[in-house]
T-cell receptor, first 113, second 112 residues
Framework: DAKTTQPTSMDCAEGRAANLPCNHSTISGNEYVYWYRQIHSQGPQYIIHGLKNNETNEMASLIITEDRKSSTLILPHATLRDTAVYYCIVRAAGGTSYGKLTFGQGTILTVHP | DAGVIQSPRHEVTEMGQEVTLRCKPISGHNSLFWYRQTMMRGLELLIYFNNNVPIDDSGMPEDRFSAKMPNASFSTLKIQPSEPRDSAVYFC??????????FGSGTRLTVV
């Protein structure tokens, strides 16, 4: 699986946009980028995923660079409840690893009042 | 939709005892994953099933761990005998084809 690199921690003011970067320079052409978050003591929660194009849903936007070597998760108006660990994951493309998600250490996002 | 249901939520057991964790996937989801989370090692994939068949168990730490999925609506993760280092939160997650995973609330296991 392609390895991802994320900052260990980030801060954001409530109401402002939170931009979480992720590097995945060894990503293969048919591998997806997934984002999950984990709020304290809960199971990880799916946020968004994409292949090449930018994606948006009710939770967030995902911006993937043209060369696909990095991406940014954007929470447009962060709230205190967005404080969590955010995981950027590249999903295995096929073979016995198809569908398998390997979690790294993630980014601890702290939203301040 | 009740989501992925795990039981028990908390389990405290003595070293050497058998522990069985249970998971009921979301109806229609064809893949099921067992993860373990600790402070030191983060989230580790233990094993996953596609259409009830184990596909990759390379993350199972040792022979004391076993997992089964006898049908599409039930899976178990068993530890026998349990050891203090098995203390962790165990998550079950399910998915349908290429869509995102849905995780259960986890089972917090403490082995004393």
């Amino acid at each position: 699986d392609a390895k991802t690199t994320q900052p260990t921690s980030m801060d954001c003011a409530e109401g402002r946009a939170a931009n979480l970067p992720c590097n995945h320079s060894t990503i293969s052409g048919n591998e997806y980028v997934y984002w999950y978050r984990q709020i304290h003591s809960q199971g990880p929660q799916y946020i968004i995923h994409g292949l090449k194009n930018n994606e948006t849903n009710e939770m967030a936007s995902l911006i993937i660079t043209e060369d696909r070597k990095s991406s940014t998760l954007i929470l447009p108006h962060a709230t205190l409840r967005d404080t969590a660990v955010y995981y950027c994951i590249v999903r295995a493309a096929g073979g016995t690893s198809y569908g398998k998600l390997t979690f790294g250490q993630g980014t601890i996002l702290t939203v301040h009042p | 939709d009740a989501g992925v249901i795990q039981s028990p939520r908390h389990e405290v057991t003595e070293m050497g005892q058998e522990v069985t964790l249970r998971c009921k996937p979301i109806s229609g989801h064809n893949s099921l994953f067992w993860y373990r989370q600790t402070m030191m090692r983060g989230l580790e994939l233990l094993i996953y099933f596609n259409n009830n068949v184990p596909i990759d168990d390379s993350g199972m730490p040792e022979d004391r761990f076993s997992a089964k999925m006898p049908n599409a609506s039930f899976s178990t993760l068993k530890i026998q005998p349990s050891e203090p280092r098995d203390s962790a939160v165990y998550f079950c997650a399910t998915s349908q084809w290429d869509y995102g995973y849905t995780f259960g609330s986890g089972t917090r296991l403490t082995v004393v």
